[in-house]
Structures are given as structure tokens and as C-alpha cells.
């Protein structure tokens, strides 16, 4: 159903700043959160930087198993992605609530997300920054696509419940990878 | 020119995720960089964290002078922003090379960008990371924007050129600021 891409790749996933969804486990129980604020740090490895709010019931999680996956969605998924955005995996399980499908990783015990078109499998490698501004650092150590999504449009957050959807593509004549 | 722009709202500038320019004075000598990892990490004051290779000129500046100015651009300058980060400040003063327009800051040395749509003026408030990831985290002093231009649409990097612009917006129920 996914297709490993190579970890060198991983970063054009998520230098475009798309919405993503995080998921954790912890004690055989997943959850999964939406998270805007990520950026890539290095290319390879893919290191990722997110910042994952203390009052998110995936903090503990995050911060005690110190891995999670972060699948990133196409607009077709914006409406659930804003739902899973709006309550809390304190209360329910929102994979059933929302009708995800949790996937299992190969190299990490959250779960990917079937819906999503990409799903990077991460280990926290830096935890420096957490208890100041929640700021964690990610290895990506498997990356994997759906090769049945040819053409995805990421969602950009503008605040609010606004998103800018992937537009046009342009192509330049550029010496930066 | 420019209209300030509420710190409370700057975070929807950068969330999205778009390519920006990032600008350092060091020795009365103004430079430009272009920079896709970038995110935020609070809302008010808006703090930001961006990783700014070592091999990059501006990385010296940045580090001794804690000052920038992040410059939001909108499509029209794509060719622009990719010449600028197709060299290096070492050689040249990119801002005549390219024609761009460096306006005083109010806060800090650095110059806005008079082209760009949106202009924050930075400093470092943290450094502990540079050493290990190159990662500097910013606070957001003052924000800026151009009301001349009424919709800009930002570029999100792919890699080796190929930028996505923004599309159609989409409005959601969110619960998320």
C-alpha cells in the first residue's frame, strides 16, 4: 500500500510547510494530532524539528516513548484533519471517531495513516529545547508514500480554520537542492 | 509603505510554511538569503525557529550581530528569491545585483524588503542548538506588511527549483487559533 522513499527525498515532504497529522502510542494506545509547526533541519538523515504544545494530550506520549509518525494528507482529508484538530485523544480514540486507519510502521510503534499520502516514521534525537518552548527534534528513519496518489495537494494553515491549497507548479533554475 | 501588522498575528505568515528571505547587516554591510526551514514556535511574541546553514555567509552575521529581518515574498518574485539563493553574499551585494529595494527596520540593523508583502524584524533568542543543528530560535519584534498587495500568493519549495504557489483557500470549522 506505501512505498519507501529514499530518506533523501524525505524533505520535500515537508519543506513546503504542509498541515500534517502526528501519531504516538503509548501503553498500545495510538493517538494522532494535527501540527503545523515543523520544519525541516538537516537532509540527511532527515531531521525534522516540530513543536508539539504541552497542553496536547500527544506530549506525554511524544516525550515518554520519543517516537511518532507524521503523515501528511491531501486536501481530500482537510475536513478530518480539522476535526482531529478540534478535540482531544484524551476522550475518544480518533482514528474510530474520524475514520483513520491506523497502519502499523516498521520501525516504530505509532501507527501511519492509511489515508495519508505520506508517512514519515521518527525518533525524537533532541529533547534540549522541550521543557522552553516544546520544541522537539525528529529523526526521519523510514519514509514511505502511496504511489495511488499521484497528484496530492497539501493544505496550508492561514489561522482560523482558513487553508491554502497547493496550487500551481512552477519550475526554476535552481542550484539549491 | 509598509503597515505594522499585530504580533498577535504574525504567526499566519510563516505557518503556511513559504519560502522567505532572510536579511543581516554586519559592518554597515546589508545581505540576503533565501531560507525554506522555517516554522513557528509561539504565538505572542511570536517566536520563531529557522536553521541557517554554517555555509551559508549569512551565518556568521547572524550569529554575532542576533538581528534579521524575515521577508515574506510573493510569487511575482520567485525568479528573484531563486537567484538570490543561487549565490553567495560573499561575492556581491545581492541587493543591487537583483534589484531589491532594502528599507530601514525600525528595531533592528537588518533592511526590510521593499518587494516582499510581509517583513518581520527578529532577533535571536536562543543559540543553543546552532552549534548541534545550526538552529537559531528568533522573536518577532515588530511586524510588517505591504497593503499594495492585496492577495499575495507565496511559493513553497519542492526541491531542485520546483516551487508550488498557492491555490484555491478553503474555509473550515476550527477550533485551532
Redesign the interface.
Known amino acids: 500500500m506505501m512505498q519507501e522513499l529514499p530518506l533523501s ?1 524525505a ?2 515532504l515537508l ?4 498541515v500534517v497529522l502526528l501519531t504516538t502510542a503509548q501503553q498500545g494506545r495510538a493517538n494522532v494530532m ?1 501540527l ?7 537532509f540527511e538523515p532527515p ?1 525534522v ?3 508539539v504544545s504541552s497542553a496536547n494530550h500527544s506530549f506525554a506520549a511524544l516525550q515518554a516513548t520519543k517516537e511518532c509518525v507524521i503523515a501528511v494528507p491531501a ?1 481530500e482529508l ?2 478530518k484533519v ?1 476535526e482531529v ?2 478535540c482531544s485523544g484524551r476522550d475518544r480514540n480518533k482514528f474510530t471517531t474520524f475514520g483513520l486507519t491506523p497502519l502499523p510502521a516498521e520501525l516504530v510503534a505509532p501507527p501511519l495513516v492509511a489515508e495519508c499520502f505520506a508517512n514519515l516514521e521518527c525518533k525524537v534525537v ?1 529533547t ?2 522541550v521543557n ?4 522537539f ?1 525528529l529523526e526521519v528513519l523510514k519514509a514511505w508514500t502511496d504511489p495511488a496518489q499521484k497528484h496530492p ?1 497539501t ?23
Chains 1, 2 share one sequence.
Not at 503545523?36 to 538537516?42: A, C, K, L, R, Y
Not at 522552553?132 to 520544541?135: E, G, H, I, R, V
Open positions: 527525498k524533505y520535500r519543506e513546503p510547510g504542509p494535527t503545523s509547526w515543523h520544519m525541516m533541519v538537516d531531521l524539528a516540530c513543536v486536501v482537510a475536513p480539522v484538530g478540534n533532541d534540549t529545547l522552553q518552548f516544546n520544541l527534534v495537494r493544505i496550508h494553515h492561514h489561522g482560523y480554520g482558513t487553508f491554502v491549497v497547493d496550487g500551481e507548479t512552477i519550475k526554476l533554475k535552481s542550484r539549491m537542492r
